[in-house]
């Protein structure tokens, strides 16, 4: 029995690694190796790292896109700056007391494995952001004050320091802030203090240092364009030119054009990171002139593609890693949603048919980069509604970052409203970011079921194939204002074959046993769910994360299909008549395209 579940684990392992590139394993060995030096001589590395940064130019508070990096700190920590200043932390809907500033007690246990994510947000300094923009001396020494403590008792050495506080994540993202926040301070006329100041800039060159020499290459995506952006604000703000800033000018576009994809989508497949990544690269094409002309269209289709990933409430859908309140508001970053008609980003595998408010988002794209696809979710050919500018059919958001049950249930299909097979999984998600086997999904571009709707969309997922040998497809037909008609469809018959809704506002325990009070609820009347072919399994009340850590209750939905199709509707308006004449229809046509799956093995 050992034995075979080490060889499972075995197995898993070489499913996830064997995606890697050469160049990312290359990296890989040299970024550990470095850290372990780090870990056993912490002094010997310090002087090294201080050595490094005294030959970079040093850095003048001239952070040219100051104003955009200020209205997003504030927008993330404006409301806990009073608490912030007394010891008390906010981040991620969740505050610790970590004692009076600055000595603050930067290593405290906060359980979950010490949960990563939160001392990475203690780390980057954002706070520091909207309180050195008030322009207040205290304020500035108070920062300096800080950053020291945190230089001495919170520095790369630190144990534990090196999964948080000193990754290149971390470090470009300090350069940023506390750039901004110096700038920010001397454009609101705050009075000098050299001694306060250089201790800014000498962190700020530290950081530069070592982002550069242990840029993340071997993650790549979102974290090396992180770590360039920051690189190239710092080339902006520096007083003289730096050592490796050609290598940078030429890095930092090639990067941000292998993960912006030629409809703009970000390769990592999450709206998120896609709002994320616009705010870098505007910042990095602003602050550094060697990229601006460089990374202008790059920037112009990102945006683009953002706008296609919007809600009518102008926030971002959730499918995979994604939650509002990280990433800067879409309309900070010029994204609106297009008010009527039909977005299909054809290579990132996302479509959104609107129009009178109503709005449907859909998830028909690969999980991701293959070699690190840390941030997929199980959600192929998941759809989420907005009804009158109201979100209605919700995805499940993001709870964790912290390996354990709650991460895999997040990950899993059974979390999304796409169709899928009872206790299986379309990809072997496990840990917190690691992925070994794994489907795929892709929009459907032509159908015999085209003229069926307004505005229709359809997408394919072979997640099951490697299983069960059962193919997937989804048809979505919206008529603006009256109905959405969804059909599911397996490529053959299984017991196992089931879609689940997750509606909000959710039922109360009360009503999912009363007919008449479920007739009464405002849910039910503004929204009303059909089977037309198939039946209705389950009803319960569940939970979903649209902010990270934030729960809010909603009503998940179970629906079994009637052989291999299952037919619904979800009605808002007037209903359509002859629908199950044209679900009927539609299923026919998906039977077409999932046959199609030994066609596309071969190519």
């Keep these: 029995m050992v034995f075979g579940t080490k060889l499972g684990r075995a197995g898993r392992a070489w499913r996830t690694v064997r995606h890697l590139t050469a160049r990312q394993w290359a990296w890989r060995l040299r970024n550990r190796g470095a850290r372990a030096v780090i870990v056993?001589?912490?002094?010997?590395?310090?002087?090294?790292?201080?050595?490094?940064?005294?030959?970079?130019?040093?850095?003048?508070?001239?952070?040219?896109?100051?104003?955009?990096?200020?209205?997003?700190?504030?927008?993330?920590?404006?409301?806990?700056?009073?608490?912030?200043?007394?010891?008390?932390?906010?981040?991620?809907?969740?505050?610790?007391?970590?004692?009076?500033?600055?000595?603050?007690?930067?290593?405290?246990?906060?359980g979950e494995a010490n949960n990563p994510l939160w001392r990475m947000n203690l780390s980057y300094f954002g706070y520091l952001v909207p309180m050195l923009a008030e322009g207040r001396l205290t304020s500035l020494r108070a920062a300096s004050a800080l950053i020291k403590d945190f230089d001495m008792n919170n520095g790369p050495g630190a144990p534990g320091a090196l999964r948080d506080a000193w990754t290149p994540f971390s470090t470009a993202i300090r350069i940023v802030n506390l750039l901004t926040a110096w700038t920010a301070y001397r454009r609101t006329g705050?009075?000098?203090?050299?001694?306060?100041?250089?201790?800014?800039?000498?962190?700020?060159?530290?950081?530069?240092?070592?982002?550069w020499w242990l840029r993340e290459e071997e993650l790549g995506f979102n974290h090396l364009l992180k770590n360039f952006a920051g690189l190239a604000v710092y080339a902006g703000c520096a007083d003289g030119p730096l050592p490796w800033q050609d290598k940078l000018s030429r890095a930092l576009p090639a990067c941000a054009d292998r993960q912006i994809l030629p409809d703009g989508g970000h390769v990592e497949r999450s709206p998120m990171y896609q709002a994320l990544m616009l705010q870098d690269l505007e910042v990095a094409a602003e602050c550094w002139p060697p990229v601006t002309e460089a990374l202008a269209p790059v920037v112009d289709r990102t945006r683009t593609a953002l706008s296609a990933m919007l809600h009518p409430d102008r926030e971002i859908a959730l499918f995979n890693d994604a939650w509002i309140g990280e990433a800067p508001p879409p309309a900070d970053l010029g994204a609106s949603p297009q008010p009527e008609g039909m977005t299909a980003l054809r290579e990132t595998g996302y479509a959104r048919p609107s129009g009178r408010g109503d709005a449907v988002l859909f998830d028909a794209g690969p999980v991701g980069p293959d070699s690190n696809p840390g941030h997929a979710h199980g959600d192929f050919l998941s759809f989420e509604l907005s009804v009158h500018g109201e979100r209605r059919v919700v995805d499940t958001g993001t709870p964790t970052y912290t390996a354990g049950s709650l991460r895999d249930a997040c990950r899993s299909a059974h979390a999304h409203n796409g169709p899928r097979l009872d206790k299986t999984e379309p990809i072997e998600a496990w840990a917190s970011f690691r992925v070994g086997a794994r489907g795929t999904a892709w929009l459907v571009e032509e159908s015999e079921a085209a003229n069926l709707a307004p505005l229709w969309l359809a997408g394919v997922t072979d997640g099951y194939w490697r299983q069960a040998g059962i193919m997937t497809g989804r048809w979505l037909g919206l008529w603006p204002g009256r109905q959405l008609l969804v059909v599911d469809r397996w490529s053959k018959v299984d017991a196992r074959a089931r879609t689940s809704l997750l509606l909000a506002p959710s039922l109360d325990a009360a009503a999912l046993h009363s007919p008449e009070r479920m007739r009464s609820l405002p849910f039910r009347s503004s929204l009303r769910l059909e089977v037309l072919r198939g039946q209705e399994i389950s009803q319960a009340v569940d939970w979903h994360w649209p902010r990270f850590g934030a729960a809010e209750p909603v009503t998940r939905i179970t629906l079994a299909p009637e052989g291999e199709t299952l037919l619904f509707r979800l009605v808002w308006g007037e209903p359509v008549a002859h629908s199950i004449t044209r679900g009927q229809a539609?299923?026919?046509?998906?039977?077409?395209?999932?046959?199609?799956?030994?066609?596309?093995?071969?190519?």
């Design 190 to 211: 705050g009075p000098p203090d050299d001694a306060a100041e250089q201790v800014i800039a000498e962190h700020v060159r530290r950081c530069a240092a070592f982002t």
């Design 40 to 110: 056993v001589r912490p002094r010997l590395f310090e002087r090294w790292l201080r050595r490094q940064a005294a030959a970079l130019p040093p850095p003048e508070p001239r952070m040219a896109a100051a104003d955009r990096v200020v209205r997003y700190q504030t927008y993330l920590h404006g409301a806990h700056l009073q608490e912030m200043r007394a010891g008390r932390f906010t981040f991620l809907n969740r505050t610790v007391d970590l004692g009076p500033w600055p000595a603050l007690d930067w290593r405290v246990d906060l």
């Design 586 to 603: 539609a299923s026919a046509a998906l039977a077409a395209h999932l046959a199609e799956r030994p066609l596309r093995r071969q190519r």
